[in-house]
């Protein structure tokens, strides 16, 4: 590939993670069956949800749309991982390249914008308990959930425009798991520095007031808690909140890690990528049925158990 001013590239090769040869095969198990406990896992939530009448609630609902974009999210970045572990299939074409990068911002914007949601959903129902199911009906949570999709495609889409937009002439080897943004603008042939300082203050700037709204609902949820008379009743009320904000958290930092610093520390980006683009999609339902003691007698019901009443 020789130098050009138009973009000449018309595969990338996905380096991947670097390990050892004689860990490609324990690593592509060691991934397949995370992968399929995540699929299976928020799978399963959607269907329980689905299933039980008695989750047929605002937060339920937004529960299923964030079980949906975490298989989505996994199953855009992990097969062509798994492929790279066991065969030379790790050249992805130019344009499986931008659709890879589109999907996953595309899918990552969507559920950032989806925890904001879930956060003042849970503001309302806390603090807002007499006026929640006026203000929050069907028509109105599906009209917000369809602005976190809508939210997403527009934010990827200028973000991938914005990318592709630059020559690659080469090299083409990206030395990363998936077709990313810092990876991608390693390799390209000018000047970054504008995309750079554009990707920071636009991720930066979304991500930030994202996160600041969750945390000021969240104060006016530990606010009206703490007025709570009933000690059972604070209880209650802080377990229907932990799972989302451990979700929040798991789901945040990872990110600020990636997008939101200077400089870039490559082996250590590929640890922490690895950990927002598969574990978390995996922890997702596991915090949630653990933390959440409807999803868990809602799953002992759709197991055909006798229902347990929480304490």
Same mark, same amino acid.
């Given at each position: 590939?020789?130098?050009?001013? *138009?973009?000449?590239?018309?595969?990338? #090769?996905?380096?991947?993670?670097?390990?050892?040869? *004689?860990?490609?095969?324990?690593?592509?198990?060691?991934?397949?069956?995370?992968y399929a406990l995540t699929v299976s896992g928020n799978g399963l939530i959607i269907l329980t949800v689905l299933v039980d009448t008695r989750l047929h609630r605002p937060m339920y609902w937004f529960l299923?749309?964030?079980?949906?974009?975490?298989?989505?999210?996994?199953?855009? #970045?992990?097969?062509?991982?798994?492929?790279?572990?066991?065969?030379?299939?790790?050249?992805?074409?130019?344009?499986?390249?931008?659709?890879?990068?589109?999907?996953?911002?595309?899918?990552?914007?969507?559920?950032?914008?989806?925890?904001?949601?879930?956060?003042?959903?849970?503001?309302?129902?806390?603090?807002?308990?007499?006026?929640?199911?006026?203000?929050?009906?069907?028509?109105?949570?599906?009209?917000?959930?369809?602005?976190?999709?809508?939210?997403?495609?527009?934010?990827?889409?200028? *973000?991938?425009?914005?990318?592709?937009?630059?020559?690659?002439?080469?090299?083409?080897?990206?030395?990363?798991?998936?077709?990313?943004?810092?990876?991608?603008?390693?390799?390209?042939?000018?000047?970054?520095?504008?995309? %750079?300082?554009?990707?920071?203050?636009?991720?930066?700037?979304?991500?930030?007031?994202?996160?600041?709204?969750?945390?000021?609902?969240?104060?006016?949820?530990?606010?009206?808690?703490?007025?709570? *008379?009933?000690?059972?009743?604070?209880?209650?009320?802080?377990?229907?909140?932990?799972?989302?904000?451990?979700?929040?958290?798991?789901?945040?930092?990872?990110?600020?890690?990636?997008?939101?610093?200077?400089?870039?520390? %490559?082996?250590?980006?590929?640890?922490?990528?690895?950990?927002?683009?598969? #574990?978390?999609?995996?922890?997702?339902?596991?915090?949630?049925?653990?933390?959440?003691?409807?999803?868990?007698?809602?799953?002992?019901?759709?197991?055909?158990?006798?229902?347990?009443?929480?304490?």
């Amino acid at each position: 590939m020789h130098s050009g001013n *138009q973009t000449s590239v018309s595969h990338f #090769i996905l380096v991947g993670l670097h390990h050892p040869p *004689q860990l490609g095969v324990p690593l592509f198990l060691a991934f397949l069956v995370i992968y399929a406990l995540t699929v299976s896992g928020n799978g399963l939530i959607i269907l329980t949800v689905l299933v039980d009448t008695r989750l047929h609630r605002p937060m339920y609902w937004f529960l299923c749309h964030l079980s949906f974009l975490d298989m989505t999210i996994s199953s855009a #970045i992990v097969p062509k991982m798994l492929a790279g572990f066991l065969q030379d299939s790790r050249v992805i074409s130019f344009g499986g390249c931008v659709i890879q990068l589109f999907s996953f911002h595309f899918l990552g914007c969507t559920e950032c914008f989806l925890y904001t949601l879930m956060a003042y959903d849970r503001f309302l129902a806390i603090c807002k308990p007499l006026h929640y199911a006026t203000i929050m009906t069907r028509n109105v949570c599906n009209f917000l959930a369809l602005g976190t999709w809508l939210g997403g495609t527009l934010h990827s889409l200028f *973000q991938t425009s914005f990318i592709f937009r630059l020559p690659f002439c080469g090299p083409n080897r990206v030395d990363y798991f998936f077709c990313d943004i810092p990876a991608m603008l390693r390799l390209a042939c000018a000047d970054t520095t504008i995309n %750079e300082l554009v990707t920071f203050v636009d991720i930066g700037f979304l991500a930030l007031t994202c996160f600041m709204l969750i945390l000021t609902s969240y104060g006016y949820i530990v606010a009206a808690i703490l007025r709570i *008379q009933s000690v059972d009743g604070r209880r209650n009320a802080f377990s229907t909140c932990a799972a989302h904000l451990t979700v929040v958290i798991v789901y945040y930092v990872p990110c600020t890690f990636i997008y939101l610093r200077p400089g870039s520390q %490559e082996p250590l980006d590929g640890v922490v990528a690895v950990f927002y683009t598969v #574990i978390t999609p995996l922890l997702n339902p596991i915090i949630y049925t653990l933390r959440n003691k409807e999803m868990k007698a809602a799953l002992w019901r759709l197991g055909g158990r006798k229902d347990v009443q929480p304490h």
